[in-house]
């Protein structure tokens, strides 16, 4: 048996620059970090007890014969991509619910993927993992999804991840001091709104828009230049950070009308009285997460005005996608049977 633990992530700037319609003729750049948040998939070769051969538990239960029976789109096409032919038996479980903008889909068929190389008897590379899951998800089976969440699950760390050009992916860690580092994350809160969306119908407009959408994509890409060198000075002022976040959250909420919600609105505009300087909704928008940027000072009294929903504290991660167990696991093989005559 082999278990992997693979991290969600939050994205800073630079989301929509993402999706191969963009960056593959204007290039694309994020800026994004994981967060110590998980999602943990169990793996093994299923002994030959049962009349099926696939049990795959997650939210749901199946137990099938053949891997095309499988319902769920990312266990069927990665078993079929890795050309496992023997019975599997997965199990998933989470820290944060799905649907909900931390790249959760990802980290799951980065984490599947991974414990089906380990199942095989091999050892995937960061930049491996990530491109079989970009292709699984993209090209198998045609969601509507960009490039960075399968990038930062594979990976980790806090990074700027390029799109385009001849690498196609490329993964830039931000070095900045320890106590840098240590200040951001201090002024970044993370809420759930407690609304699900499919973030694939979100993408889906917003690719359609993609070629009425240049002016803000390419501002929304220059945004992580500027977040990067914000990070970087020598003088560093933690809070120019939060104010290009609010900024970049005005921008992207004109992509589409699917981003927010007069609900989502409201939310941010609570936060902001009671002393956020910016935030956003994670991943595609339509409801999920909030991260807020608030001064050490005020965090008190915005956990008192939303109330109503979830706080969860987090801090990030570097490790990306790891196997944290792998046990033996004996073969069984059917005997001839001799029966004897005399």
Not at 32 to 53: D, E, G
Not at 278 to 303: I, M, S, T, W, Y
Request: glycine share 10%.
């Amino acid at each position: 048996m082999l278990i992997s633990k693979t991290p969600f992530r939050i994205s800073f700037f630079g989301g929509g620059t993402d999706y191969p319609v963009w960056y593959k003729e204007n290039g694309g750049s994020v800026l994004s970090t994981t967060i110590n948040k998980y999602c943990y998939i169990s793996s093994r070769y299923l002994p030959p007890f049962f009349n099926y051969k696939y049990r795959i538990r997650y939210a749901t239960r199946e137990e099938v014969s053949e891997i095309s029976e499988i319902k769920h789109p990312s266990v069927r096409e990665c078993l079929r991509f890795m050309n496992i032919d023997s019975g599997v038996e997965m199990v998933h479980t989470s820290d944060l619910p799905a649907m909900s903008g931390i790249g959760s889909s990802s980290a799951f068929t980065v984490g599947f993927l991974n414990s089906l190389y380990g199942l095989s008897g091999k050892m995937a590379a960061k930049r491996q993992l990530a491109l079989d899951a970009i292709n699984v998800e993209q090209n198998i089976i045609k969601e509507n999804v960009g490039s960075q969440d399968q990038t930062a699950a594979a990976y980790g760390g806090f990074n700027r991840i390029n799109f385009g050009g001849a690498e196609e992916i490329s993964v830039q860690p931000v070095i900045i001091s320890s106590e840098k580092l240590q200040i951001l994350q201090d002024h970044l809160m993370l809420f759930f709104t407690g609304f699900s969306r499919s973030a694939s119908d979100i993408a889906k407009e917003q690719i359609q828009k993609t070629p009425s959408k240049k002016s803000e994509l390419s501002m929304m890409k220059s945004m992580v230049d500027e977040a990067v060198g914000i990070l970087c000075k020598d003088n560093f002022n933690v809070f120019e950070f939060g104010k290009l976040l609010h900024q970049s959250w005005l921008l992207k909420r004109g992509l589409t009308s699917l981003i927010s919600n007069s609900q989502i609105d409201q939310i941010y505009e609570t936060a902001l009285r009671a002393g956020a300087i910016g935030g956003k909704l994670c991943g595609a928008g339509g409801g999920g997460f909030l991260l807020l940027f608030v001064p050490l000072e005020n965090q008190d009294r915005v956990k008192d005005k939303l109330q109503g929903f979830l706080h969860v504290p987090f801090r990030f991660e570097s490790a990306g996608s790891q196997i944290i167990f792998n046990g033996p696991q004996e073969s069984y093989e059917k005997q001839d049977i001799v029966f004897n005559r005399g």
